[in-house]
Structures are given as structure tokens and as C-alpha cells.
């Protein structure tokens, strides 16, 4: 079942993404060959408004084949202004948004904001946690005297390196604990899990301004952890911060036996990672091909078309040897090693 929920979850990212980029184009006027969900064989297609629409066999990737974005091409995408490509290259980030952002805020009418707080579930042996004094079953309440809102600000204590206060209660008791942060360690030595101790319900309009904001609070973080984790995986080492298919369907796993609520808030979260990663400068990435747009509007069109399709192609198969770096570090996550 967790297999199904995520290839549901991940299929809809998918479409959402690329349906952003087939809109663009096509209110540009700009014909679109292709779109596909999935990459291999193709399961199921049909053709409407001059698009063949496929449905692939292995749904970690699709497409929107747009007309003109060949080398040489001197129609479709190529004719239009500089503002147009960038519309069409940014459209598929700006969907995965609006859908992260959509369910965010109707999950903040429905149910409300949940109020949480960070309950101890494990200290590991040795770890600095251990020499603080942590114990399982601490409900976190405030680093360094700010009180957090929400169990996942526990890792704020990254921020900066210097001595740093949590405090915790212990049964009905309150304690200080104190530890030196250096920002050597890989991490804290503890695993904690939310506590919900309330909700706050707001209407729609005011849960999505809050999904901006908090996406705008988020993405440096996620940024540079993920940037840390994906340095660590290419030296060889473990990484907690980044998670691929392996991953993804154990993290979805716990979300289904939650239930609805779990399953839409992840839909969220993978959607502004998408968005996010998408935007990274790498060849072959959205973000990529909107660096080299910027640079050929700069200088007047220097980056060739040859150029820029080598450079595609060497980023496919960096981004093909990431996910395979990604998925060794699930697995090792996944035993324990």
C-alpha cells in the first residue's frame, strides 16, 4: 500500500509540474509534441489538442516535449521573447507551488494549524544528547529561552555554533539543558517525533499567505541542508537530509498509517521540494536552462544551442549517478549502517 500512495503522490507531482510548462507554452502559442508521466514504455496515450498525452511504465521523471527547444530550431519556443521562455521555464515550479500551497491552506481550514511540541523517542549511546542529558520521553519546549512553535524548530540549534539551552519537561518538571554546539557534528543524537497539543484553525486565504511565508522562512535552510547532505553522499558518507524513491516510499509508509492528513501534508512537502530542487542550477534542471537563458540575454546569445543541449546532457547524468548516490544512502539509512 505504501508503493501505491507513492506512486500516486509522486505521478501527481509530476503532472502538476509539467502541466505548468505545457500551459505556458500553450497560451504562448507555442505547440507542444509530447507530455508524458513516467519515463520506459509506455502504458497508456491518446492524442488531444495536438498533444500525444502518455503515461509511462516508471514514474520518477516526465516531460513536456515543447516545439522549438532543438538546437537549430527556429520556431515554437525559439521565436518567442526572452519574458516567454522564462514563463514557460519557471511554470512548472510555480505549479508544484500553488499545489503545496493549495493543500497547506486547505488543511489549515479543515483541520487548523496543529500546535506541536517535540517528544524524545530515542538518545543515541554516546551522542552529545547523552552527555546533555536528554532522556526519552523530554517534550522539547524552548531553545535558548525562544519558546518553538513547532516540533521540526528543534534543529534551529544548527543555526550558529556556541553553547545552547533547551528546555525540556520531564514529567511534570522542568529542566535546563545545556550543550556546546560546534557545528562539526553530523547531529545532535537524539530522534524525536511531534506531539500535537492543539490546532488552530484559520480560513483559507489566510492558510495560504502562511504557506508562502513559512516557504519563504524554509527554503535557505532546505537549501543548505541539502547542498551539506548531498556533499556528504558524493564523499562517501551517510546523510539524514535527503531522501530518494527508498526513502520516499518508507516516509510514506508512516504517513498512510497516519492517514489522510499525513499523506496530503507529505503531497505538500514533496511538492516544494520539487520546486525547490527544480530551481538548483544544474544542467538539465529548470534552473539550469533558466541560468542559461539569463546568461544568453546578457550577452547576447554567447551559450549556442549546441552548447547548451551538451551541457543538458551531462547534467542528466549527474542527476542520474545523484539518484543512484541518493538511493545507496536510503538503503544504509534504511539498515541502519
Known amino acids: 500500500m505504501s508503493l501505491l500512495w507513492f506512486l500516486l503522490i509522486?505521478?501527481?507531482?509530476?503532472?502538476?509540474?509539467?502541466?505548468?510548462?505545457y500551459l505556458a507554452a500553450r497560451v504562448q502559442g507555442v505547440g507542444v509534441k509530447n507530455f508524458g508521466v513516467g519515463f520506459g514504455p509506455t502504458l497508456l496515450k491518446f492524442e488531444r489538442w495536438g498533444t500525444t498525452w502518455r503515461l509511462n511504465a516508471i514514474p520518477l521523471g516526465?516531460?513536456?516535449?515543447?516545439?522549438g527547444m532543438m538546437p537549430g530550431d527556429t520556431h515554437g519556443y525559439a521565436r518567442i521573447s526572452s519574458l516567454g521562455k522564462f514563463f514557460i521555464l519557471v511554470a512548472g515550479v510555480v505549479m508544484n507551488l500553488l499545489l503545496a500551497w493549495g493543500v497547506l491552506a486547505t488543511l489549515a481550514a479543515v483541520q487548523g494549524i496543529p500546535q506541536t511540541r517535540a517528544e524524545v523517542t530515542e538518545v543515541v549511546p554516546g551522542s552529545l544528547a547523552e552527555k546533555a542529558g536528554f532522556q526519552v520521553g523530554d517534550r522539547i519546549l524552548s531553545l535558548n529561552g525562544e519558546r518553538l512553535a513547532s516540533f521540526d524548530q528543534v534543529t534551529r540549534f544548527r543555526q550558529g555554533v556556541g553553547e545552547k539551552t533547551f528546555e525540556?519537561?520531564?514529567?511534570?518538571?522542568?529542566?535546563?539543558?545545556r550543550f556546546y554546539w560546534d557545528g562539526q557534528q553530523e547531529r545532535l543524537g537524539i530522534v524525536y517525533r511531534p506531539?500535537?497539543?492543539?490546532?488552530?484553525r484559520l480560513n483559507f486565504f489566510q492558510g495560504f499567505a502562511r504557506a508562502v511565508g513559512e516557504t519563504i522562512v524554509v527554503v535557505p535552510r532546505f537549501v543548505q541542508e541539502f547542498v551539506g547532505s548531498i556533499a556528504r553522499i558524493l564523499l562517501g558518507q551517510q546523510a539524514q537530509g535527503v531522501a530518494g524513491p527508498v526513502g520516499i516510499v518508507g516516509i510514506t509508509g508512516q504517513a498512510a498509517q497516519q492517514g489522510l492528513v499525513s499523506l496530503a501534508s507529505l503531497l505538500a512537502a514533496i511538492n516544494l521540494s520539487l520546486a525547490v530542487f527544480n530551481l538548483l542550477p544544474i544542467p538539465g534542471l529548470d534552473g539550469g536552462r533558466i541560468l542559461v537563458l539569463l546568461l544568453n540575454t546578457l550577452t547576447g546569445g554567447r551559450i549556442r544551442p549546441e552548447l547548451e543541449a551538451r551541457l543538458a546532457y551531462g547534467g542528466f547524468v549527474f542527476l542520474i549517478l545523484l539518484i543512484m548516490l541518493v538511493t545507496i544512502?536510503?538503503?544504509?539509512?534504511?539498515?541502519?549502517?
Open 329 to 337: 544512502n536510503d538503503i544504509r539509512n534504511l539498515v541502519g549502517g
Open 10 to 21: 509522486i505521478s501527481l507531482s509530476i503532472f502538476v509540474h509539467e502541466l505548468g510548462h
Open 168 to 177: 525540556v519537561l520531564r514529567g511534570e518538571e522542568t529542566v535546563i539543558l
Open 62 to 67: 516526465g516531460y513536456a516535449e515543447i516545439e
Open 195 to 200: 506531539e500535537v497539543v492543539g490546532y488552530t
